[in-house]
């Protein structure tokens, strides 16, 4: 059954600093990965959509790439800011959700 | 677009009571919809996935006599938890599946069941 790790699991930056999260597949046959945020007590906001013809996507300080061979995609943020601060999610095209990342990024 | 709305955003129902939750897509047609169970600071636990038209298909260990899901258009589907417990006080989200299989989802119910 394919389980989804993310790393880290929290991660606390002062505020203009760039930052990497990772999210990984067991199941590492992954064409299709979307990458979302939770603030607390709402529902998900799709941030990125990585579909099968493609590697990676941008979206304004955000990019996400998706290594199909090792199952494994990282969502880069450019210079964060207190907004970013949230829970970030990543799944697959099963729909099985990652334990997320909860980013603190601090004024 | 692809905005999907969830109603009740909030429900308190006392033990033994059946609860319905809706979810809609209001700008576009999804024959796929998901309906995911989180608890606290936990990710989301896929329950089942809902197909317009047809039966929904339950994940190992969702009981689906006691979530009932019905789709009965492009745009609706429910989930109904029946016979309420405090075990099944959580926080339910649904998504929508639009082209590319990309997910849009709705804000949540919290459920609190006395």
């Known amino acids: 059954k394919q389980e989804v790790t993310q790393i880290p699991a929290a991660l606390s930056v002062p505020e203009g600093e760039n930052l990497v999260l990772n999210c990984s597949f067991t199941d590492s046959a992954i064409y299709n990965l979307q990458w979302f945020r939770q603030d607390p007590g709402k529902g998900l906001t799709s941030l990125l959509l990585i579909q099968s013809s493609q590697r990676e996507q941008t979206s304004g300080r955000l990019n996400a790439s998706l290594d199909k061979s090792s199952g494994r995609s990282t969502l880069y943020i450019a210079a964060s800011q207190p907004g970013d601060s949230a829970t970030y999610l990543c799944a697959g095209q099963n729909f099985v959700f990652g334990p997320g990342t909860r980013l603190s990024v601090l004024p | 677009g692809a905005v999907v709305s969830q109603h009740p955003s909030r429900v308190i129902c006392k033990s033994g009571t059946s609860v319905k939750i809706e979810c809609r897509s209001l700008?576009?047609?999804?024959?796929?919809m998901f309906w995911y169970r989180q608890f606290p600071k936990k990710s989301l636990m896929l329950m089942a996935t809902?197909?317009?038209?047809?039966?929904?298909?339950?994940e190992q260990g969702v009981e689906k006599d006691k979530f009932l899901i019905n789709h009965a258009s492009l745009t609706l589907s429910t989930l109904t938890v029946t016979s309420a417990h405090p075990e099944d006080s959580s926080f339910y989200i649904c998504?929508?599946?639009?082209?590319?299989?990309?997910?849009?989802f709705g804000p949540g119910t919290r459920l609190t069941v006395l």
């Open positions: 809902s197909n317009e038209g047809s039966k929904a298909t339950y």
């Open positions: 998504s929508a599946l639009r082209d590319f299989n990309e997910q849009f």
């Open positions: 700008d576009f047609q999804a024959t796929t």
